[in-house]
Antibody, heavy 123, light 108 residues
């Protein structure tokens, strides 16, 4: 059974870099077609898609945040890591990672989500 | 960037049909996916490729997509369907996923 679990610091200071880890279970990013993405949701607001990495290291980023985001995979640990630089209070949100199948581009969707991890940006 | 527009809220009586729309420029040419999010929980995929249902999602959930509007239809609405619903597409012009602003479904 596929599952994902997010982890990271609950509190970061403005200007710091946030590092979030998504630990995968029941599947591997060495499997052809698999993708893992990151999505966030500020309190009381809508979902916002952030980034995506595929098994073949193909990556995509939100244009509005691309300069601040880096997504990588560690296949030995079965993890996906998202870093976001220059954190600001507006980045306070619940951050989710999600599994996607082989459908890319126009056919991309997220079929299994982690429970999320809450990050607060405050001095 | 591609914009998806959803009504902020939809209300429906139990047993009736709820229709949640997702507007976008020529969205009928795109694949649309829908997610349900209950308070304090992670989103759950309820419809993919406009009208396909993942296993475990009731047949009461269906979708359609044409022109500038995609629609999620929930038949015989139950109290447990009360949630926020989000549509999602891929913006091929800038190569990233996009969510709508979400619709809060209230069961009266």
């Amino acid at each position: 059974q596929i599952s994902l679990k997010e982890s990271g610091p609950p509190l970061v200071k403005p200007t710091q870099t946030l590092t979030l880890t998504c630990t995968l279970s029941g599947f591997s990013l060495t499997t052809s077609g698999v993708g893992v993405g990151w999505i966030r949701q500020p309190p009381g607001k809508a979902l916002e898609w952030l980034a995506l990495i595929y098994w073949d290291d193909d990556k995509r980023y939100s244009p509005s945040l691309k300069s601040r985001l880096t997504i990588t995979k560690d296949t030995s640990k079965n993890q996906v890591v998202l870093t976001m630089t220059n954190m600001d209070p507006v980045d306070t949100a619940t951050y989710y990672c999600a599994h996607s199948g082989p459908s890319r581009g126009d056919y991309y969707y997220m079929d299994v989500w982690g429970k999320g991890t809450t990050v607060t940006v405050s001095s | 960037s591609y914009v998806l527009t959803q009504p902020p809220s939809v209300s429906v009586a139990p047993g009736k049909t709820a229709r949640i729309t997702c507007g976008g420029n020529n969205i009928g040419s795109k694949s649309v996916h829908w997610y349900q999010q209950k308070p304090g929980q992670a989103p759950v995929l309820v419809i993919y490729f406009e009208s396909d249902r993942p296993s475990g999602i009731p047949e009461r959930f269906s979708g359609s997509n044409s022109g500038n509007t995609a629609t999620l239809t929930i038949s015989r609405v139950e109290a447990g369907d009360e949630a926020d619903y989000y549509c999602q597409v891929w913006d091929s012009s800038s190569d990233h996923a996009v969510f709508g602003g979400g619709t809060q479904l209230t069961v009266l």
